[in-house]
């Protein structure tokens, strides 16, 4: 099994058997991955459609749209959670992956930071936890401010997020943002698709893979529906 085409990581028989339920893991979330870039794409396609109707007065096409016009005619909740949602299973993907190969967390880590580090600091900063609520020593007051612009935005014909970065001024001080996030969903998926997926991904079973004479018990816990717990 190729796990990375363009770093040609691979996993032998011996281990594509062994690792069935990491493999289902995986392509659960390439099926998520996959669904949530087609539903951006239908809506960036609907804001192309707007933007060549909406016109500058020299009859240009709206190029960069940060407020109003046509994103106030498209979702941006939506496109706000569908970003954070892909950010996160993405990076889930890639540890997967990277400690499927090297089966050591460091080196799984240093995989994700390797092959998406835009996705991987958005992920910390903005999609897991706002960083203003658990900074970092080394996160500055523009990179706080940064983790609440969670809106997202149209530049030249694709939704990005974290596109838009403070700058604090006060007196002899000019304070931005440590590290660039900015990202488009649409864009991060075809690139990912060469790496993981050009042949499409894995399918998906609800069934679990027994050995020979192999036998395993589980339990299934609904207490929740009871409980008074979120």
């Keep these: ?39 951006v794409t239908k809506i960036q396609n609907v804001a192309r459609g707007l933007a060549n109707k909406e016109r500058d007065k020299d009859g240009n096409i709206s190029r960069i749209v940060v407020a109003g016009g046509l994103l106030d005619k498209v979702p941006i909740g939506v496109l706000s959670n569908a970003f954070n949602w892909y950010a996160i299973s993405a990076c889930s993907y890639a540890q997967l992956v990277g400690w499927l190969k090297y089966r050591d967390t460091k080196s799984a880590k240093d995989y994700v930071q390797r092959v998406m580090p835009r996705l991987s600091l958005y992920r910390n900063k903005v999609a897991a936890h706002l960083a203003i609520t658990a900074p970092y020593s080394n996160d500055n007051e523009a990179d706080l401010i940064a983790s609440l612009l969670t809106g997202i935005v149209f530049l030249q014909g694709y939704f990005f997020a974290a596109a838009i970065e403070p700058i604090i001024e006060r007196e002899n001080e000019k304070i931005s943002v440590s590290n660039k996030m900015s990202w488009s969903l649409t864009i991060a998926h075809e690139r990912l698709l060469k790496r993981w997926w050009p042949n499409g991904h894995e399918k998906s079973y609800t069934s679990m893979k027994l050995g020979p004479g ?8 609904w207490s929740y529906i009871n409980e008074d717990v979120v």
């Design 214 to 221: 192999e036998t395993k018990k589980f339990v299934s816990d």
């Design 1 to 39: 099994m190729i796990l990375d085409h363009l770093e040609n990581l691979t996993l032998s028989s011996p281990e594509f058997e062994e690792h069935f339920e990491a493999r289902m893991a995986l392509a659960r979330l390439a099926e998520g991955l996959s669904w949530v870039f087609e539903e």
